[in-house]
């Protein structure tokens, strides 16, 4: 009789629960900050700076926590990369983005209550123009060439320094402030927080990252193409592997 601790769902249950959790805490992390920005201070910058700082610390910490036990996405175009390439399987791609999905609409809704908002509201925030667009699919084809790379390379374990790193970095050069993510933007239609798109923004800042992923996707492939170096590394031993993999000096 099949265990319940080696049950292939209940594995499913828990790396669901695992992107559900991440993504509503980065999404905590993205609308609170947005409203503790707004309060303490009327100067713009200061409260992009203190956005993207919370964002960044946070996804940070829930890459590295939870990034053992589902692998870390919390973004619907980073979980379909990877079904891309063949990392995942079509149910947990299924799961994932239903987990990211809810647990973004679940961290705004507990960023708002935190902030004594409405617990539910509809954001009036326009984000229209071509260049915001270009900006998200610049933001979103960056991050998975990024991760794709740091995976090809065996060194995902360096993605909750890197991964930050661009997030945090595209908040300040992209005009879009880099949301690279459709489970945020969902979520973040749902607030009155300076963070927050509307509706019809939303769809579109959806449908350039969605483009920015495809193109990411591509230019991995392209970068890929042919290296077979790296290919049988998984069949080194441990000895064998750290003296291929150690890039010291």
Same mark, same amino acid.
């Given at each position: 009789?099949?265990?319940?601790?080696?049950? %292939?769902?209940?594995?499913?249950?828990?790396?669901?629960?695992? +992107?559900?959790?991440?993504?509503?805490?980065?999404?905590?992390?993205? *609308?609170?900050?947005?409203?503790?920005?707004?309060?303490?201070?009327?100067?713009?910058?200061?409260?992009?700076?203190?956005?993207?700082?919370?964002?960044?610390?946070?996804?940070?910490?829930?890459?590295?926590?939870?990034?053992?036990?589902?692998? @870390?996405?919390? #973004?619907? !175009?980073?979980?379909? =990369? +990877?079904? !891309?390439?063949?990392?995942?399987?079509?149910?947990?791609?299924?799961?994932?983005?239903?987990?990211?999905?809810?647990?973004?609409? =679940?961290?705004?809704?507990?960023?708002?209550?935190?902030?004594?908002?409405?617990? *539910?509201?509809?954001?009036?925030?326009?984000?229209?123009?071509? #260049?915001?667009?270009?900006?998200? *699919?610049?933001?979103?084809?960056?991050? $998975?060439?990024?991760?794709?790379?740091?995976?090809?390379?065996? #060194?995902?374990?360096? =993605? %909750?320094? =890197? $991964? %930050?790193?661009?997030?945090?970095?595209?908040?300040?050069?992209?005009?879009?402030?880099?949301?690279? #993510?459709?489970?945020?933007?969902?979520?973040?239609?749902?607030?009155?927080?300076?963070?927050?798109?509307? !509706?019809?923004?939303?769809?579109?800042?959806? @449908?350039?990252?969605?483009?920015?992923?495809?193109?990411?996707? @591509?230019? !991995?492939?392209?970068?890929?193409?042919?290296?077979?170096?790296?290919?049988?590394?998984?069949?080194?031993?441990?000895? +064998?592997?750290?003296?291929?993999?150690?890039?010291?000096?």
């Amino acid at each position: 009789m099949l265990s319940l601790h080696n049950c %292939p769902m209940t594995h499913l249950l828990r790396k669901s629960l695992s +992107e559900f959790l991440g993504t509503a805490i980065l999404l905590v992390a993205v *609308v609170g900050s947005s409203f503790m920005g707004s309060f303490l201070t009327q100067d713009a910058l200061l409260g992009l700076f203190v956005n993207a700082f919370a964002t960044v610390l946070a996804l940070g910490c829930v890459i590295f926590v939870f990034g053992a036990i589902s692998g @870390g996405y919390f #973004n619907p !175009v980073v979980t379909f =990369a +990877e079904f !891309v390439v063949k990392r995942l399987e079509i149910d947990e791609l299924i799961a994932f983005i239903i987990a990211q999905l809810a647990g973004a609409f =679940a961290g705004v809704v507990l960023a708002n209550y935190m902030f004594k908002q409405h617990l *539910v509201t509809h954001s009036t925030i326009a984000h229209k123009g071509m #260049n915001l667009y270009v900006a998200e *699919v610049l933001a979103t084809a960056g991050l $998975i060439i990024i991760l794709q790379l740091l995976i090809h390379q065996y #060194n995902d374990h360096l =993605a %909750p320094i =890197a $991964i %930050p790193a661009w997030i945090g970095g595209a908040y300040l050069f992209t005009a879009s402030t880099a949301f690279a #993510n459709p489970a945020a933007v969902f979520g973040r239609m749902w607030t009155n927080a300076g963070a927050g798109i509307d !509706v019809k923004s939303g769809l579109a800042f959806i @449908g350039a990252e969605v483009l920015g992923a495809m193109i990411g996707i @591509g230019i !991995v492939a392209i970068l890929t193409a042919g290296d077979d170096d790296l290919d049988g590394l998984a069949y080194l031993t441990e000895d +064998e592997y750290v003296e291929v993999t150690d890039h010291s000096i």
